[in-house]
Nanobody, 123 residues
Framework: QVQLVESGGGLVQAGDSLRLSCAASGRTFSSYAMGWFRQAPGKEREFVAGIRWSGGSTYYADSVKGRFTISRDNAQNTVYLQMNSLKPEDTAVYYC????????????????WGQGTQVTVSS
């Protein structure tokens, strides 16, 4: 049974940094892509960043490019999202997701989801 467990969210001020973690278990993820998504109140869930477990290729939404970095630790089966220069508009519940194959930006293409972790950025 696949499990994705996010952690690391919290309340920070604009300009601060946070690192989110997603611990993955239940299968071998070598052929998978991992994605971070976020959902703000009243808005649709949106793609933030993705990484291929094998090879480590990455892709970012324009809104976070240059501020966020996605990475993975193969030994720990964990994916990270380093978030720098946070803005109030980054406030959302952040979700980790997994899919077999390449990085995709559409929510419906991911097979497994975590429960989410809240990130709140005050101005």
């Amino acid at each position: 049974q696949v499990q994705l467990v996010e952690s690391g969210g919290g309340l920070v001020q604009a300009g601060d940094s946070l690192r989110l973690s997603c611990a993955a278990s239940g299968r071998t993820f070598s052929s998978y892509a991992m994605g971070w998504f976020r959902q703000a109140p009243g808005k649709e869930r949106e793609f933030v960043a993705g990484i291929r477990w094998s090879g480590g290729s990455t892709y970012y939404a324009d809104s976070v490019k240059g501020r966020f970095t996605i990475s993975r630790d193969n030994a720990q089966n964990t994916v990270y999202l380093q978030m720098n220069s946070l803005k109030p508009e980054d406030t959302a519940v952040y979700y980790c997701a997994a899919r077999s194959g390449s990085i995709m930006t559409r929510v419906g293409t991911y097979d497994y989801w975590g429960q989410g972790t809240q990130v709140t950025v005050s101005s």
